[in-house]
């Protein structure tokens, strides 16, 4: 990857590269601070964008005037795939079946400022929630699927009771659920949310 990325002379691309894996959540808080650009959006190195993804999300975002565009997703593995189609969006759901994956979400800097992916093994959780507890966020949701997910035997995703683990604390460390609340919602997302990664 950093050669490739090298081998470009495009001053807009700018690469920083670690001397150790960090993980994801270090890397996307550092790409957060260097970033001066309009827009943010994330991709891993194992995902795909189709080639007209950032034409479409940034149209979307400027024509409906709102700091976050969403939407479908391809998720594969080595047999299967499938189309994810993520749910309307609102807080309660991002701890049942979260509508927000890092390859299909652009959004503008200014509602992703201050807000961290440091949160443990579920960073992405912890991030979305610190942005979605702005009331004022506008969002617009795509349906068309512009990305492709790869789901590997090794991937986090694929590790289903440690993940309902971290789910769990996460879930009932939120003081804005009652307790019964967090038992609904995660019996919830031991139903939907689990079931996403099902091919």
Known sequence: TVELISAFSDPR????????NEGP?????LGL??????????LDSDDLWCSDFL?????????YKVDLVYGSYIMKNELRSKV???KDLCFDQLFIQNPLSCLAVLMTRNSAYGHTFSGGPREDLFFWSQVLKNPALKSYKIDKPLAIYHLRKSSRSSQKLAVAGYQLKMTFDREEFSFLKKIWIFC????????????
């Open 188 to 199: 919830n997302y031991l139903y939907f949310g689990l079931r996403k990664y099902r091919l």
């Open 33 to 42: 601070k260097r970033a001066h650009g309009a827009y943010i959006s994330f």
């Open 55 to 63: 034409n479409v999300y940034i149209q979307a975002l400027q024509d």
């Open 25 to 29: 959540g270090y890397c996307r808080d």
């Open 84 to 86: 994810f189609k993520p």
């Open 13 to 20: 691309i700018k690469l920083t590269s670690l001397s150790n």
